[in-house]
Antibody, heavy 123, light 107 residues
Framework: QVQLVESGGGVVQPGKSLRLSCAAS????????LHWVRQTPVKGLEWVAV????????FYADSVKGRFTISRDNSKNMLYLEMNSLRGEDTAVYYC????????????????WGQGTLVTVSS | DIQMTQSPSSLSASVGDRVTITCRAS??????LAWFQQKPGKAPKSLIF???SLQSGVSSKFSGSGSGTDFTLTISSLQPEDFATYYC?????????FGGGTKVEIK
């Protein structure tokens, strides 16, 4: 069955960096695009970034553009989110989620979600 | 960015009730609309894509309709396991955007 397992969350000081990972299993990773979505009690669900199945297409939310980098390693069945210059407003639960297609275009809905990993940005 | 507005933000209903949640997009999105269910402390679960198509394994008591700017999610007969928060999301264009959620509580 499809499984997405995030890791790498924790407490980090403002201005520092953190890398999240998402281990995928139960499907052929190279056939699917992948998203990062975050959630806070105040702002709700917020889409962060997407990467197409072969990593050639990437889009970011304006709130993270220039600070976060999404990447993937299909040979290792892994998705990553490199987060730099972290701010308090980046505090959230971060989910990886599978695009229902290759995500080379937008036209596929999210079909599976990981369980999430909590990132807390605080001094 | 496309704004997604859900209503109501919360509702109270009884087991067996038929429940309808509305989602409105700030511009036309065709049928590029998904619905998710989230229970406390858990990840969202995908229910519906393309406005009205059920994800694999999702109960047929859930149904979706609409196109353009106005969409609905209907739960035909509310069961205890359906008490949760429901979110709509457009995937017509980036950035993907979500509605603010509708919390379905027990009356």
């Amino acid at each position: 069955q499809v499984q997405l397992v995030e890791s790498g969350g924790g407490v980090v000081q403002p201005g520092k960096s953190l890398r999240l990972s998402c281990a995928a299993s139960g499907f052929t990773l190279s056939s699917y695009g992948l998203h990062w979505v975050r959630q806070t009690p105040v702002k709700g669900l917020e889409w962060v970034a997407v990467i197409s199945n072969h990593g050639t297409i990437k889009f970011y939310a304006d709130s993270v553009k220039g600070r976060f980098t999404i990447s993937r390693d299909n040979s290792k069945n892994m998705l990553y989110l490199e987060m730099n210059s972290l701010r308090g407003e980046d505090t959230a639960v971060y989910y990886c989620a599978r695009c229902g297609g290759d995500c080379n275009s937008v036209s596929a809905a999210i079909d599976y979600w990981g369980q999430g990993t909590l990132v807390t940005v605080s001094s | 960015d496309i704004q997604m507005t859900q209503s109501p933000s919360s509702l109270s209903a009884s087991v067996g009730d038929r429940v309808t949640i509305t989602c409105r997009a700030s511009q036309g999105i065709g049928s590029y609309l998904a619905w998710f269910q989230q229970k406390p402390g858990k990840a969202p679960k995908s229910l519906i894509f393309a406005a009205s198509s059920l994800q694999s394994g999702v109960s047929s008591k859930f149904s979706g309709s609409g196109s353009g700017t106005d969409f609905t999610l209907t739960i035909s007969s509310l069961q205890p396991e359906d008490f949760a928060t429901y979110y709509c999301q457009q995937y017509y264009s980036y950035p993907l955007t979500f509605g603010g959620g509708t919390k379905v509580e027990i009356k």
